[in-house]
């Protein structure tokens, strides 16, 4: 007979199996799989899914968690691990399968008609399946924590243990900051000539620039690969098995790098992971805001930094003639340039970024609470966009049907990369708090003891301990905005001579 | 309340789509994966295919079906489904779960011993597992049909229906009309240069003169893809994603031509299947030997034939220089040359190949009825091979060692792919005398009507009709060699002007 925690451990690695099936059933999906397959994969998934959620449901498993949850002959480790679970498992339960299929299905319905709506720049098209989905979603809410906030529960979903009372001030913060200094910025007069980026890279030279600088980050190509998507993301099963993905446009050479930065830091963190433990939910990432730390710290901490470039800027300079003359300092400008007259989020820099979330933030608040209406959508959002970019859409195409979350019905999403812009300046700088040689080892191409840190305080950790235990221990307080602040405030104060 | 038939068609629909997915991880493995996932994938395997299991050995599948294999109601199709749902869940619920980890695992431990045995040319490292892979197929046979000879049952299961009495007349036959021929071949003294067969070809080129190729006899690109593999084969998951692989040689450049003919055949079969019953048994492949039918029939009748080159050999001709002078029937003795001092089965002629898959039939027919010890197997192999094509191997790698399938446990396997030659030699030559302008219409390039009448009379019936319904049904005939030895004693006589 085996002990509840080995059987409740084997029950876990089965579903960690399945759940890694899906990651790569829809990799191929993105990546290789023939066009005409897409109905069949859609049954295939369908079916891995409903056998997982079946799991996930189980009676037995369900007793398992309930007989361990207080087990005090249980060490850190193991009641983590059955912490973890507990949550999943009370969340699939709590959620009828109905409301469960009905999202399904209505998000499917709401990508169809977001794609065209957004093709028509109509809003009003989406309007109706989007109010399906908010409602569906507070239904969802109301299953799981009716005495919550329906939207507490679902940026619970997202970041676990978040909520409203303790975003609002940060948020308020980095409001108070960044207005008036992307204000500063949106008055600079010394913006030199940034034709440059523009010139012509094929998407050949772009590849193996970006492969050498990835596998210079630590990345493990042995545990994963690289391959050319049309939306890129970081997928896979599991540690062994982390794929990489990005985009070529050959008049824009600084997309595919910063992607592929920005993905290897995703992938290191998987990667990273405790290989004893990677079939038990313990050694997960943490939280969607704690994955985005590690993508944005390698993305803007590290990758738009000067010493970073020190190492590598040569390797461009060898591969572009264009570059060849041009100074760092020059490149630099180039890798940080600030265009506050931006309407779309994902090409946002790093200092409007945190505005474009806070405005959707604010939005999905109102819309959970019932002080707007979604009819009222574009109106608000137009409106905010004016307030704090100075910038008004011209049409909804590139204002409020821009993003594809709201048409899966993802509510509650948006905050995890500001989250995660947050945390990866409290990381970068607690670890270089405590090896201030990071920078000049990066300057000569050496990622550790950068790498080694992350590994230790993150990586490793995987959800052993929650966000904020995390958070604490790694950077020595919870989350807190001002290392975020004080490192654009630097930066973008220097670069542009304010 | 869904009917029960309703119900049945679910749960197999459900089968189907866990089949898909291990085709699916099973390709990724082959073609994609990271080299450090093995481990991981290995879990998501076992995984899925224990799910599927019990799935398949359900007591309420196995009630359904129960109710249903006397059902008059049933029309022919469904009656079919049945017939075939009843064979897979009869074997999975007769072999106890023990039964298969121990050859599951057994499996594993003989393939890595039959690497290290073939790496020392030494059979006897791979003799002590060998005997324990037979035992325990012999307990699985018993298992499954404790009054059949244990040969009877393993070829059944490749080859519903195939047992030694239908086998050995046939086999005599082949060697009757085969050894005889194969001597004139061997004595024959007007075999010409063929240096050029090695001259060099880049992979890109091979892979483009293919791709043109492999659309042309109706592959669907839409529902497929080609890849390369270290072992080609066709994969993947049902009838909208059917995967061909293969392997440039740049001084062997038909072989990669050949191999993506020979897929192409399995994968025309493959998209070629029932669309709107794809997730039921019903709508599968008939056989093994049926399926190699496919690719034999357009490797060798079709794709070793004046016919096709006279359309295609064009192509080839401006894809490589060194064809350019060369007459088409130089060409066409090339593609057809025998040599019968070759060792190896895989890379064997069409001629010679039948009696490496008889010799193989004869020793595993004596292992398992227990006339010749594992010890014994190389004595016998060698005796073998010089009374059928008058070489002895100098060693046990390209003698006894040289296949794969013994190490995974799997015997009764090899007969199929002469099955295969004979079936593809009867389909063609029934097309052919139903539709006799496939011969110029090949010539010209245009596929149809052979393409259609493989469609309607094997493709589409899939497995509705048992293998002799089927072949009866398209040839006017059961299984008979004459075919066969019809078209090799006229296309060698010719050849090598016997």
């Known amino acids: 007979m085996p002990t509840p925690y080995t059987e409740l451990s084997q029950r876990l690695a089965d579903l960690t199996a399945l759940e890694e099936v899906v990651g790569i059933l829809s990799w191929d999906q993105e990546i290789v799989m023939p066009s005409g397959a897409a109905e069949a994969r859609g049954r295939q998934l369908a079916t891995v899914q409903v056998i997982a959620h079946e799991r996930l449901t189980h009676p037995r498993l369900a007793a398992l968690l309930d007989g361990l949850q207080h087990d005090a002959a249980l060490d850190a480790t193991q009641a983590a691990n059955v912490r973890e679970a507990q949550r999943d498992v009370r969340k699939a339960t709590r959620v009828p399968s109905a409301l469960v299929r009905a999202q399904g299905e209505t998000a499917v319905r709401g ?19 989007l109010g399906e989905l908010v409602e569906l ?4 809410a109301a299953a799981i924590a009716p005495d919550m906030p329906a939207y507490d529960v679902l940026l619970d979903d997202y970041e676990p243990g978040m909520t409203m009372a ?105 990667q990273g992971r405790d290989l004893v ?60 340039y600030v265009n506050p007259r931006n309407f779309i989020r994902v090409s946002a820099d790093e200092l409007t970024y ?15 609470s019932g002080r707007l209406a979604v009819h009222d959508l574009p109106a608000a959002w137009n409106e905010r966009m004016q307030g704090y970019l100075g910038i008004t859409p011209p049409d ?46 990066l300057a000569h191409g050496a ?34 905005p001002e290392a975020f602040l004080r490192y654009v405030t630097a930066k973008y104060t220097a670069l542009y001579q304010l």
């Open 111 to 129: 990508h169809e008609v977001w794609v065209g709506a957004r093709k028509n720049k109509n809003f009003q098209e989406f309007a109706p399946v």
């Open 396 to 441: 909804d195409a590139v204002g409020v049907l821009q993003d594809v979350h709201w048409s899966g019905g993802a509510f509650g999403y948006f905050p995890c990369y500001t989250l995660g812009a947050l945390y990866a300046a409290q990381f970068y700088q607690a670890a270089v708090a405590q090896h201030p040689e990071i920078p000049a080892n």
């Open 447 to 480: 990622v550790e003891p950068l790498l080694g840190w992350l590994r230790r305080n993150i990586h490793q950790v995987g959800s052993r301990l929650e966000t904020d235990a995390l958070v604490t221990a790694a950077t020595g307080r919870t989350l807190d």
């Open 354 to 368: 945190p505005l474009h979330v806070i405005l959707r933030y604010e939005i999905e608040r109102e819309l959970f």
């Open 277 to 336: 433990l990677a079939d038990q939910p313990v050694s997960r990432p943490r939280s969607m805001g704690i994955h985005e730390s590690q993508s944005l710290l390698w993305e803007k901490q590290v990758g738009q930094g000067a010493a970073f470039w020190q190492a590598h800027y040569p390797k461009l300079q060898q591969a572009y003639s264009f570059l060849r003359e041009k100074p760092l300092g020059e490149f630099l400008f180039g890798v940080n």
């Open 166 to 270: 303790r975003l609002d001030p940060v948020f308020a913060r980095l409001k108070e900051v960044l207005l008036p200094l992307i204000a500063q910025v949106r008055a600079a007069q010394n913006v030199p000539d940034m034709a440059w980026l523009g010139q012509h890279a094929s998407a050949e030279t772009q590849r193996q620039v970006g492969e050498n600088i990835v596998r210079a980050m630590g990345y493990d190509f042995t545990r994963g690969r690289l391959d050319t998507a049309v939306h890129p993301f970081c997928g896979g099963a599991g540690p062994t098995d982390v794929r990489i993905t990005t985009r070529y446009n050959e008049h824009a050479f600084l997309g595919s790098l910063t992607g592929m930065i920005h993905e290897t830091g995703h992938a290191l963190y998987e």
């Open 137 to 140: 979603a507070k239904q969802r």
